[in-house]
């Protein structure tokens, strides 16, 4: 199958070809095998045309019924029943309705002057209403909540606002082990002990579990759907065994989602978060598709490369035009070392990734929500400072909305921090901020207060003055950061321990993307500067921080990418107190996780791709 070159690196070839390996008691019988378990499996779950979803949930309208969600003249979501009409997000609102003319539309809640809460108003204006997702994160909220409760002992990451990757090599262990008793011990007469091979699986019935993707191609000019049984040739292995328990599992939960919250879900389940999330979108909606190793060659090549995430930009361009190629299959005929010596040395993730290779963690996201972020980039930008009053209200009714609920579940929620950030023109970006003191009634005039305080230090001299620029703000960002519990210093710190038990292979493999993320921002600074938010100087180390690539997409909504901005932050302070914490002496004598000689820089620059990388999965 696959053959590598493991030039110059620690990797095996055994690396790239382990779509079968063989398994021993040992493997099955260790717990901590980690990204190297030969039965990992992981899912991910997408829920279907989910901001759609969510209002026709909201309306109790029938599902059946095309209906799309609208963001000034824009849509955001398309439900199922409108795509048949061929409307796509990419429609105006209007031509949408000259498409299906009984199509409902819902424009997206949002929040204006003086209503403390997010509203549906007759007609919103952008140049007056702030987009409100509140909604939306909440539905997203109880979606998650039904995965941790229906799968005890999965570690389960949110991964974007409709979507969560779950690891299930623990409870499917757990299940294989009770099913399947006999394989708690090797025989007594086995040669090998712990390492003799596990005896051949049984048969695996995948009736109601899901599309079995096909390991022979499909022929391309028939479309009929025979591929959800699996007529292979290929023998099972207790990997398909892995796999079939966990789509049993998942389907389960989705079933449950669906009953008791309305909403229908897709999910793909695979050996790594990449195959997971590829194998989702195989087939939508309300479905669930299994990816088996055996399967994983031919599903790949014919696939458009640049589609796969991280390769859809810069080095995917040059990629296609260094080879003069298409789809995965067309790159695999290069070898690691030439990929390297063209793209450098980081290139190794692509020649991973083109082969289905991903050691990444599913990692399970803190409760608690670090920084909460409300923005509003400006159509009509202000030109006087005394306008910059409304608009600071808008934000501060959504950041109160927004801690007070996270508040219902922890009371002593607090913000160190509130920081306003203005863009003036395309150029200069600025922010100022200040301590943000405990109160325990956070309401809007509080929040508003402090940020017109922050308005006038940032701004207050500058119309008028003589010889100043001309005034002119495009946007405006309220936020607010370090939000902790009152005693939860010592929580943080815990966990930031804990983290670091993550392996070292998968550890490098994430450095290697966050690199080549890195490195695509050095030469296009000015590129970037013209977006909206795609980037913010620390005031700590004065490094200039840019969203990735695939994040600075013009098209992408706002509040998403103002999102992911804030988690960037986060994770960059975070990587500040790593760094901090590495240089004070440990006192824990438990700290044996922690090894003070460990690069903790490199170390702590891979955590901070961790929260950033869930925007990736949007694409
Ligand atoms: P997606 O999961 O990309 O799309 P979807 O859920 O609408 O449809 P699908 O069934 O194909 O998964 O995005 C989730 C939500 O995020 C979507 O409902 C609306 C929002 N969103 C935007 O606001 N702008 C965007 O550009 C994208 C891609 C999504
Ligand atoms: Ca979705
Ligand atoms: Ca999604």
Redesign the pocket.
């Known amino acids: 199958m696959w053959k590598g070159k493991a030039k110059a690196t620690e990797l095996t070839e055994a690396d790239f070809d382990d779509l079968d390996p063989v398994i021993t008691y040992r493997h099955l019988l260790s717990h901590n095998l980690g990204v190297k378990d030969p039965l990992r499996v992981v899912a991910l779950c997408?829920?279907?045309?989910?901001?759609?979803?969510?209002e026709q949930v909201r309306l109790k309208v029938d599902p059946a019924i095309p209906l799309v969600?609208r963001?000034w003249d824009s849509l955001?979501?398309?439900n199922?029943p409108a795509r048949k009409f061929g409307i796509s997000?990419m429609d105006k609102a209007d031509d949408a309705l000259k498409k299906c003319p009984e199509l409902k539309v819902v424009h997206v809640a949002t929040y204006k002057e003086g209503e403390k809460e997010p509203g549906y108003w007759d007609k919103p204006d952008t140049k007056t209403h702030k987009v409100s997702?509140d909604h939306?994160r909440r539905e997203s909220v109880k979606i998650y909540n039904m995965f941790k409760e229906g799968l005890p002992g999965a570690e389960i990451e949110k991964a974007?606002?409709?979507?969560a990757f779950v690891d299930f090599t623990r409870p499917v262990r757990e299940k294989l082990m009770e099913r399947y008793p006999y394989l708690s011990q090797p025989p007594t007469d086995a040669p090998d002990g712990l390492d003799t091979p596990l005896p051949p699986p049984p048969p695996i019935s995948w009736d109601g579990l899901g599309t079995v993707i096909p390991t022979t191609p499909e022929p391309t000019d028939d479309n009929n759907e025979h591929s959800s049984t699996c007529e292979d040739d290929t023998l099972a292995t207790w990997h398909d065994v892995a796999l079939s328990m966990a789509a049993e599992m998942m389907g389960k939960v989705r079933v449950d989602i669906h009953s008791k919250l309305g909403y229908t879900t897709?999910a793909g389940i695979g050996r790594n978060k990449f195959l997971a999330k590829l194998t989702a979108?195989y087939r939508?909606?309300n479905s669930q598709s299994i990816l088996r190793n055996a399967a994983i060659p031919n599903y790949l090549k014919p696939m458009p490369f640049q589609k796969i995430r991280f390769l859809g930009g810069k080095l995917g361009k040059a990629l296609a035009e260094e080879y003069d190629v298409k789809t995965v299959g067309d790159l695999l005929t290069i070898s690691l070392e030439e990929m390297q010596r063209k793209f450098g040395e980081n290139s190794i993730w692509v020649y991973e990734i083109l082969r289905g290779i991903d050691r990444s963690d599913v990692k399970e996201k803190s409760a608690i929500t670090k920084s909460m972020l409300a923005s509003k980039n400006l159509p009509k930008p202000i030109v006087k400072t005394s306008e910059g009053h409304h608009w600071i209200r808008v934000l501060a009714a959504e950041l109160a909305l927004r801690l007070n609920e996270a508040r219902e579940a922890s009371p002593t929620l607090w913000p160190r921090t509130i920081v306003l950030h203005i863009r003036q023109g395309y150029q200069t970006s600025r922010s100022k901020q200040a301590a943000f003191p405990f109160v325990r009634n956070v309401t809007v005039d509080i929040i508003a207060a402090a940020g017109d305080k922050l308005w006038k230090e940032l701004v207050g001299a500058r119309d008028g003055a003589p010889g100043s620029m001309p005034f002119k703000v495009s946007s405006v960002q309220l936020s607010f950061t370090g939000i902790e519990s009152m005693n939860a210093a010592q929580q943080s710190i815990e966990g930031f321990f804990k983290n670091r038990g993550s392996s070292d292979a998968e550890g490098s493999n994430l450095k290697r993307k966050r690199e080549d993320d890195t490195s695509h921002s050095m030469d296009s600074d000015q590129a970037i500067s013209e977006l909206p938010t795609a980037s913010f100087t620390c005031d700590r180390c004065r490094k200039r921080i840019h969203l990735p690539e695939a994040l600075r997409?013009i098209?992408?909504?706002e509040?998403?990418r103002a999102e992911a901005l804030a988690a960037l932050r986060t994770e960059h302070s975070d990587f500040h107190l790593a760094q901090e914490l590495s240089k004070a002496p440990d006192k824990s004598s438990g700290g044996a996780k922690f090894r003070p000689n460990t690069p903790t820089r490199k170390k702590n620059k891979q955590k901070e791709t961790s929260g950033i990388t869930k925007f990736f999965s949007?694409?």
């Open positions: 997408d829920s279907d045309a989910f901001y759609a979803a969510c969600v963001q955001i979501a398309v199922y997000r997702l939306y974007s606002i409709d979507e897709s979108s939508k909606p997409d098209s992408l909504d509040d998403i949007r694409q």
